[in-house]
């Protein structure tokens, strides 16, 4: 059996046990490759019977307009329900500040959206698409992360998960994230979306964009939402998207990938850099940081 | 390519973050920018040498806040297999991290400072992940640079921890000297390390064969959830949904339903909507039978060769993970996968002193206590001795009003024949 099997198995049986286990999970949908991941995902654990939950979207009102598109698409595509929920209208309901500055961005904004819609359609379960990998917190959190009332996570009070026994019991008001793809890096993503033959938005492959230098040196798509001023620097380039989120703070990288097999290839090549340099007597070269720049690798 | 899940245990002192960072190091599993912040941090502060134990600091950062060290997880991929890391705090106080940690290993990896050699640590360590079925053990000697490379400091800890293993019936052990600090044996051979001949430690670890490879065990399956799309084109369909949790499974076969010990025809196996004519475990399937039985999430279907256990009593092998210590007469929930059942706990039989290994009486299961306990269950369950099948032996049993998770446990007996007569008349766990 491939890794890539053992890790579909693991994401399928934790989906089966979040509809075995809640009365009414969602799946939140980001249009993201990894919440993408996961309608397949359910699909595989689900069919021919119908996703046991509907798809979140909590739509910031910054998103780029192809993953909207695409969104609507696959929900149409996959006869599921799609739960769309605006950040705008939280602002308003709720009297909150919209963020300032060059760059907006809504993100803090979106847990008030989704603790609303938890509340809204009681939901017991959220099913995400975090991964394990992506940051030291997510390294440390559950399959299974019961949240309280707040949706607050306490590290200090979290079930031990033991073997694959997964354990949803909570009481009223508090509610669980599960996270099937926990075990998965970003590159396995992008294998199994090669191997599932999976249509992305088009965002995530080289294409020639309008975007903003910003102080880092990092590209930021040009969009409406931003507020820009004479001294921003404004160029063309070939880019893609590395993740998908909030236009207004997910940057672009310069990248000729045009296909998933270049994109897998654009990871490894990193890799291979990063072995250059760390062959070199175990210290760091210079080389290290160029490569780097040249694979657009952030 | 296939997956080794491995746990490093030892205590913060041992060099178990360095020992991480240089795996994740020389196998060029740092991605770039992670680099430059450690190269930053170098020559800001100074030093030669990049600091490796920073690439799992998500530990350290819990330390500087106080809160609970918890159990981490990294990834890492060579060509030969992709790397689980369950990186486990080993104080005594963290116990119940170790056992969660261990309970998904295939190995486990135990660090020993070759300046201190066989410690009490050791011996826990190693206690609990046997317990928990891991078959595979690493004794790593770490800090071998600080003892001159001697091969006698090593071959001294080495015969210590035959002791424990021996005692503990261990079936692999690979004793590898090595500094992690310098990379001696981690990923590339050492050269300053003549006097051993055998596999640095990634080579160990890409060549050690996955405990679920083989796959000797009866064939089990727990119904998840049922699927019923009650459509104009589907109206009679009914598909079982659930993992495989050990042996193969084909269609055609006979097969009865646990408890009710009801029998039909395995009619068809489904993997993603299409028909296979046989599926192993851990492959999640869809079952469809000839018979419209009524069956349920937590039911086990199994080929009618197949006899495992249906009890209402039996004997386990607990690790108490609860603040609030467990009593004799103790109501809770089972939680054996997907079947959950009312419990009582009916007789604390013994509990393991896990510095010398003996069996010692008790009346009650402290935080972190290892116990042997007699459960009866109000429903059947559908069991195996852990020993015998890591996956179908093995359950949680959980708080019915908080829900939260007071214990692992293990199935120790299912047969009141080899019920534990005295107490302390055998050891708590038996592997």
């Known amino acids: 059996m491939d890794y890539l099997d053992r890790l579909e198995a693991e994401a399928i049986h934790i ?42 979207h909590i739509d910031t009102g910054h998103n780029f307009e192809e993953i909207i598109r695409y969104r609507d698409d696959l929900a149409a595509r996959l006869g599921e329900k799609l739960i769309v929920r605006k950040v705008e209208d939280t602002i308003r309901a709720r009297g909150l500040r919209e963020p300032g500055g060059k760059y907006p961005s809504r993100n803090p904004l979106q847990t008030y959206t989704l603790l609303d819609v938890i509340e809204e359609f009681e939901f017991d379960a959220c099913i995400g698409g975090a991964r394990r990998d992506e940051e030291k917190a997510r390294a440390k959190e559950r399959i299974f992360s019961v949240r309280d009332d707040f949706g607050q ?27 099937p793809i926990s075990n998965w890096t970003e590159l396995d993503v992008w294998n199994y979306i090669q191997r599932e033959k999976i249509e992305l938005p088009e965002i995530y492959f080289s294409h020639e964009r309008q975007c903003v230098v910003l102080p880092s040196g990092q590209l930021l798509g040009l969009s409406e939402h931003l507020n820009l001023d004479d001294t921003d620097e404004i160029v063309q380039r070939r880019v893609r998207f590395r993740t998908v989120g909030d236009s207004t703070c997910t940057a672009a990288v310069e990248s000729d990938a045009a296909s998933i097999d270049d994109i897998i290839q654009d990871l490894l090549l990193a890799k291979v850099s990063e072995r250059g340099a760390t062959r070199l007597d175990d210290n760091l070269s210079e080389t290290g940081m160029e490569d780097r720049k040249r694979n657009g690798y952030f | 390519m296939d997956i080794l899940r491995f746990i490093t245990c030892g205590s913060v002192d041992d060099g178990k973050s360095t020992l991480i960072g240089r795996l994740l190091y020389d196998s060029d599993s740092v991605s770039l920018d992670v680099l430059a912040t450690l190269e930053k941090k170098r020559t800001a502060t100074n030093s030669t040498d990049v600091d490796l134990a920073l690439l799992t ?10 809160i609970t060290i918890d159990v981490a997880h990294k990834y890492f991929t060579t060509p030969r297999r992709k790397f689980i890391i369950t990186d486990a705090p080993g104080h005594v106080q963290y116990t119940r991290n170790m056992v969660t940690g261990a309970s998904n290993a295939d190995l486990a990896i135990v660090l020993v400072d070759a300046r201190q050699g066989v410690i009490e640590q050791t011996r826990r ?9 891991i078959r595979h053990f690493v004794l790593a000697v770490n800090k071998l640079d600080l003892v001159g490379y001697d091969e006698a400091v090593f071959q001294k800890i080495v015969a ?4 424990i293993a021996g005692q503990l019936k261990l079936a692999h052990v690979q004793a590898i000297p090595l500094s992690a600090l310098h990379g001696d044996n981690i990923v590339r051979r050492s050269k300053h390390i003549t006097w051993y001949a055998g596999p640095s430690l990634l080579e160990h670890l890409e060549s050690v064969p996955v405990a679920t490879d083989a796959n000797p065990h009866e064939p089990r399956f727990q119904v998840q959830y049922v699927i019923r799309p009650q459509t104009e084109e589907l109206p009679d369909y009914r598909g079982y949904a659930g993992r495989i949790q050990s042996g193969t499974y084909r269609a055609g076969d006979k097969v009865r339903i646990w408890p009710s010990g009801l029998e039909t025809v395995l009619e068809a ?7 296979v004519p046989t599926a192993e475990a851990p492959l999640g399937v869809v079952l469809r039978l000839r018979d419209d039985i009524d069956i349920s999430r937590g039911d086990t279907i199994v080929p009618i060769a197949a006899h495992p256990a249906v009890v209402r009593e039996l004997e386990a092998t607990l690790c108490w993970m609860d603040e609030r210590p467990l009593r004799a007469g103790r109501k809770l929930l089972v939680q054996h996968h997907a079947a959950v059942v009312k419990a009582a706990v009916t007789t604390i039989l013994q509990k393991t002193n896990i510095e010398t290994f003996e069996s010692v009486g008790t009346d009650e299961a402290k935080l972190n206590d290892i116990v042997r306990v007699r459960l009866k269950t109000a429903s059947p369950l559908v069991a195996d001795e852990y020993r015998q099948n890591r996956d179908t032996g093995a359950f949680i049993l959980v708080d019915e009003q908080t829900g939260a998770t007071l214990a692992a446990g293990l199935i ?4 009141p024949e080899y019920f534990t007569q005295e107490v302390a008349a055998e050891p708590a766990f038996s592997i």
Do not use: C
């Open chain 1, 153 to 179: 996570w306490d590290p200090k009070r979290q079930r031990p998960e033991l073997w694959n026994i997964y354990n949803g019991r909570i009481q009223k008001g508090e509610n669980v994230r599960v996270f």
């Open chain 2, 269 to 275: 196996i489904e993997v993603n909507q299409q028909a």
């Open chain 2, 412 to 415: 120790a007996a299912t047969d």
């Open chain 2, 160 to 163: 210590d921890y035959q002791a």
């Open chain 1, 15 to 56: 989906l089966r046990e979040v509809a075995g286990q809640f009365e009414r999970p969602a799946l939140l949908f980001s249009g993201g490759k990894d919440s993408i991941a996961l309608t397949r995902l359910a699909e595989k654990a689900f069919r021919p019977g119908k996703f046991p939950f509907p798809l979140v």
């Open chain 2, 125 to 133: 360590h190693t206690l609990l992940a046997s317990l928990l079925g």
């Open chain 2, 57 to 66: 600091d998500g530990l350290k950062a819990e330390r500087e806040q106080g």
